[in-house]
């Protein structure tokens, strides 16, 4: 995903809230912006003899927009000239429009968040360069408790350890082509 260009899209777009509307008294459907009060941003036309309408595909047919109409939240009143179109594909445009300067915001995020994570996995990687590795265990315990190992050596041990395990998680797995 190019976020760039995302985000150069979304923001020469019509700017959100994006809504259906649908009015079946007037047998009209448009897509509405909110910015300005009410601003269509996309509608059908008529072309040639016939209607313009739009239609959507259901179960190997396509049906037309007004038999999805629903009335808008708290707009029961008003369904027969201003509905909303319950379709996926209808609501699939308007929720990723809604959504998209959440959705570039977050991959903006994710994208810091992997570059803050490759200077962490740099900089273990270099200082397990200069700490010498501890011996290993040989634990007397069991002998006089704490013995000299594990007072000398279980942290360096656990910090190594947590230190080789993010090293691992953080380095990308390279996929095996079959």
């Not at 649908?22 to 072309?47: A, C, D, F, M």
């Not at 994710?110 to 490759?118: H, P």
């Not at 270099?126 to 594990?150: E, F, G, M, T």
Request: aromatic fraction near 6%; hydrophobic fraction near 35%.
């Amino acid at each position: 995903m190019d976020i760039e260009a995302l985000q150069l899209l979304e923001k020469s777009a019509t700017p959100a809230p994006w809504e259906w509307n649908l009015n079946l008294k007037h047998k009209q459907v448009s897509l509405e912006g909110q910015t300005r009060g009410r601003e269509t941003i996309l509608e059908p036309v008529r072309w040639g003899m016939g209607g313009a309408r739009f239609r959507f595909f259901k179960d190997g047919l396509m049906e037309n927009c007004e038999d999805f109409a629903v009335a808008k939240h708290g707009r029961d009143h008003h369904k027969h000239w201003c509905a909303d179109i319950n379709h996926p594909d209808a609501q699939l445009i308007t929720q990723l429009r809604n959504a998209a300067p959440d959705l570039i915001s977050a991959a903006n995020e994710n994208a810091e968040l992997k570059q803050k994570l490759g200077v962490c996995k740099e900089t273990i990687d270099r200082l397990l360069d200069y700490v010498s590795q501890p011996p290993k265990s040989n634990c007397a315990c069991h002998i006089s408790a704490p013995c000299a190992d594990c007072t000398d050596y279980t942290d360096l041990r656990e910090v190594l350890e947590t230190a080789n395990s993010l090293i691992a998680q953080a380095t990308p797995q390279k996929k095996v082509e079959s």
